[in-house]
């Protein structure tokens, strides 16, 4: 589809959807209604939607219900890695199925693959002593475990959030991703290298930071270079994580107004080519480090507040809607190695308010309605409708949905889900003229798929 359309309306989604999920790696998607029920549709080649076979259908065409141990709990996060997705009940439970070679999935084992989602194992964390003096004066049970509030998935490797604060990591440690400090590569054979993946969700709590040597900083490679822990490190609260292709990114809690904390800093670390993690060098990060070109009097006034990772790109919204990008979301072109905000945006009043980068394009949704994106859309995700161009160097609006209010936006692998707003009589008069597609609609690409069989090999052509 070049142009934005409703996917089921009526058919699978009547009542209303609540959170959308894909991601920069991912041609698999997640969509979770209003009821808490997960939906799931894209690549199922290594089993990511967890529906359970030993010979999974590698695509499915059309939203299907995806269930397993959280019963009747309701979902309320999801994310999707390359081959991978991960779910979140509201008691704070996580799921995971798909590949899962590096571990990514957190079920403890490195099985090559979870057919059916299966429940994570996490390390670490569980309640303070404050919530458990409370629970204990209110009556009520106590708690080990943590309560995971967040999910975000790179190409192979997760990262979650619990309701502290803290961050957990688990799968591929090969560009640092996992913030541990460590890749733990190392010859399993004598030309072969493997790397110390960990199979279960373990919690980091270390964060670090150097100082600028401007003099050097083009120069000095940040894996050689010294980056002493914070003072305060064990006592930083994330409230906002996001996951690249070999990246990750995490935005402190913000603090409270009138506090004299100062602004809410931004961390950054796994794979650090094209200025990735907006340290002004290339280099991978082994620790979550501080940004400290998102620090300063002016962020004090107008803090970071949530993250955005695309596939080489990392992306920060601040609490007036400004963004600050770095990375390179698209294959030309130079690559931006600190820090800066999007002049195209600000300086025309737009409000950001949802925002997502896919594999090579980025996609924003404003305060007044607009949703804005450029970059590469191969496959006519830039959302430029019938006939219109398949990159833009500069933002354009999408046309068809200038009415509407984009609630989230999640852009996949050749793809994009924009979750708009459909709360009253306005809200469906904006949207009542947008194309539609419902699930009878969909069954001719299952139609045409009928008889190919397994990954891999092709369908023979008929006479």
Not at 104 to 110: D, P
Not at 170 to 176: D, L, R
Not at 321 to 342: D, K, L, N, Q
């Amino acid at each position: 589809f070049n142009t934005p359309t409703l996917l089921c309306p009526t058919s699978v989604f009547r009542k209303g959807v609540s959170y959308v999920a894909t991601s920069s790696s991912s041609c698999h998607s997640i969509a979770i209604t209003s009821e808490g029920i997960p939906y799931g549709w894209g690549r199922n080649e290594a089993g990511q939607l967890g529906l359970g076979s030993e010979n999974p259908a590698p695509c499915v065409f059309s939203p299907v219900k995806l269930d397993g141990g959280w019963g009747l709990n309701k979902i309320v996060s999801a994310s999707t890695g390359k081959s991978h997705s991960v779910l979140v009940d509201e008691t704070g439970a996580v799921y995971a199925a798909g590949m899962n070679k590096n571990g990514q999935c957190g079920v403890n084992s490195c099985t090559e693959s979870c057919m059916s989602f299966r429940k994570c194992f996490i390390v670490g964390g569980g309640e303070d002593e404050g919530e458990k003096k409370s629970k204990k004066q209110k009556g009520e049970e106590e708690s080990d475990a943590p309560k995971i509030v967040q999910v975000s998935c790179g190409e192979n490797f997760s990262l979650l959030l619990d309701a502290q604060g803290y961050i957990y990591t688990a799968g591929s440690a090969e560009f640092g991703q996992l913030g541990n400090g460590s890749t733990g590569e190392h010859f399993i054979t004598a030309n072969k290298i493997a790397f110390e993946d960990s199979t279960k969700f373990v919690q980091r709590r270390l964060f670090v930071w150097r100082p600028y040597d401007q003099d050097k900083i083009e120069r000095v490679s940040s894996a050689d270079t010294e980056k002493p822990p914070l003072v305060d490190s064990y006592k930083i609260r994330i409230g906002s994580i996001s996951c690249g292709k070999n990246h990750a990114m995490a935005v402190e809690a913000p603090f409270k107004k009138g506090s004299t904390g100062g602004a809410a800093r931004v961390f950054s670390w796994g794979g650090g080519n094209y200025g990735t993690l907006g340290h002004k060098i290339q280099g991978d990060e082994y620790l979550p480090r501080l940004i400290e070109s998102l620090q300063g009097p002016m962020f004090e006034s107008n803090q970071p507040v949530s993250a955005c990772a695309g596939s080489s790109c990392g992306i920060v919204l601040s609490e007036r809607g400004h963004c600050f990008y770095w990375g390179r979301f698209r294959s030309a072109g130079e690559a931006t190695m600190r820090p800066a905000v999007i002049e195209a945006l600000a300086n025309n009043g737009h409000e950001v308010k949802s925002l997502s980068a896919g594999a090579g394009m980025v996609m924003f949704g404003t305060a007044n309605g607009n949703t804005i994106s450029w970059g590469q859309g191969p496959h006519g995700e830039l959302g430029y409708g019938k006939g219109g161009k398949k990159s833009s160097a500069k933002p354009q609006f999408l046309g068809g949905i200038d009415k509407c209010l984009t609630m989230q936006i999640a852009c996949g692998y050749g793809h994009a889900l924009m979750l708009i707003r459909d709360e009253d009589d306005e809200d469906k008069s904006a949207s009542k003229d947008l194309p539609k597609v419902e699930k009878n609609d969909l069954q001719v690409y299952d139609a045409m798929m009928s008889g190919a069989t397994t990954p891999g090999k092709s369908k023979k052509k008929k006479k």
